[in-house]
């Protein structure tokens, strides 16, 4: 009954071609990705072929090339250091802020929509340049530490708005009725409020990782060798202005994807959550 | 009884302010680490400085660097690149996003496959989406080159062309960024209510009156903050264009982003790369207002 009751009849052959059409978006969605992961296993004489080849005989080689010079090593720890400080500190802070400002009515409001804005208005460049000019000035270039902050600034009105409109979520009356039967304010915070929201935190928590590993600009501005270079900055690289090493660059951005492409086919549900606006659950 | 009387008093202040002392840290953190840097920024908006020649140190010209931003060819040519991929994109994704929706509504077998499948390019890294699109489009190795060779065309780069690579940025934040929409509408479309659309079947409305009429009003707020959050965030884009063409060729995609990180980060001119990013920001801010009141678009959906 509830099956496309709102499409127009006119689409009702797009209903039962449905599954047609559904395979073949399908396809164009993942034709690219696997187009990569095929490309990342031809040797380079295959790669650069012309027709370019099908059937070829596969090579891990390249993979091997990243593991072997270090790729792993620093790149990878790097982007996984900084997400997971960036979560830690964004979920903190903003979670203390947003359960804040989800109780606090009047003065909330405003806040919120300050937030809301700031963070999908505010261009990434025009807080590179400041960011870069003073992790300059307090020797912080080339530094993890650099780009925690920078994430954290750039993702903590996001991650407070998420984080919010969960604790919006909980109802007063249970936090009322623990304190009426004797709880403190921050025992009732700790005890009933916390773990009711902790679905809404891990969402958030997956979105603040997938935001932090994601992260390109702040990155490739702040940072200048393997000390703190993140993944993304790493794979650019292999695009100089001499040639693409293409081979390498396919490897290591299947590396890349791996984390999201994971976090998107199994934590869908928490991700989806980050991008519907509050009210809609 | 004076004694119990104090101590009560004391927990009623940390209790009775535990909310403001909660939004403390929360306050320190955004004023320390995004408005102070964005504050200096405006300030050197308003200064002439090179970090390339730091001898010659700051000089303050008030806003001359703006003036020369608004004579700037380079920076209009991005701008006007920048509004043709947003108004590009966004329209062509909102129609296939609001279609995917309504091919995935409902219940049928498959369908939780087929959303995960459709989903994932939303959530891969950015950078990624550039070197997957770079792979499969330009002549070194690129499948679709070849393919259109095959055809007839002239094998050429598709992203040598200034009008082709124009297009594929285009087309590429299309693949990316679609599920996101479709996300939100079907979120949308699920959460409608059956009985004004039983209500209409009954009365003999025909399926496209229905969608027309009844389905689209209704989910038509969530699709205007979807548009207002969409062209917020293709305005910006960079990542991709950084990675497939670095804005070229020539500047044929140069982007407000690439082009201000070009300023800043090439030619050093802090002072000027400053003042681009607060115009960018403003134009942002400023289309925002005009869509917010033109879509009429409500910012937060108070659930009292």
Redesign the interface.
Known sequence: MKSAIGAPKSLRFLVMGRYLLLTILSAISVFPIIWLFLSSMKTQVDLLARPPVLFFKPTAQYYIYCLETGFFGSYFVNSLIVALFTTFFSIIIGGLGGYSLARLRFCGDKFMAFLILSFRMLPAVTLVIPMYLLARKFGLVNTKLSLIIAYVAFNLPFVTWMIRNYMDTIPVEVEEAAMTDGASRIYTLMRITLPLSLPGLFSTAIFCFLLSWNEFIFATSLTSSPKAQTFPVAVSGFIGCRGIAWSALAASTCIMLLPPLLFGIFAQRYIIRGFVPGAIK | MKRVTAIKKT?NFA?KH???I??V???V??CS??LY??G??LV?SLCKWS?ARPFLGKKFVGISQYIKAFKSGPFFIAIVNTFIFTGAAVSIQLVLGIG?A???????R?RGI???????????????VG??????LST??G?FP?ILS?MGFREISLLSNPLLAKLCIIMVDI?TETP?VF??VL???E??S?EP?EAA?IDGA???????Y??LPLIKP?IM?VVL?RV??V??I??TI??MTGGGPGSATES??TH??RV??QWFR?GY??A???I??AI??AM?LVLTKALRVE?????R
């Open positions: 927990e209790e535990i909310l403001i909660l939004l840290p929360l306050l953190t955004l680490v995004l840097p964005l200096y920024s050197l970090i995917i309504l091919l995935l509504h409902g219940d049928f498959g087929f959303q995960t499948v459709l989903f994932i390019p939303v959530v891969l890294t950015p950078v990624g070197i997957l699109w770079k792979i499969l070194d190795i499948l070849y095959r693949w996101f996300i939100i979120a949308s479309l959460s409608l059956l659309f079947h025909s399926r496209w009156q229905i969608f027309r009844i389905t969530l903050v959050i917020m965030d305005f910006r960079f990542d950084y990675i407000v982003s201000t990180m800043m980060f802090t790369a400053s681009l990013s607060f960018i920001l942002i801010v925002s910012y937060l959906q108070v659930k």
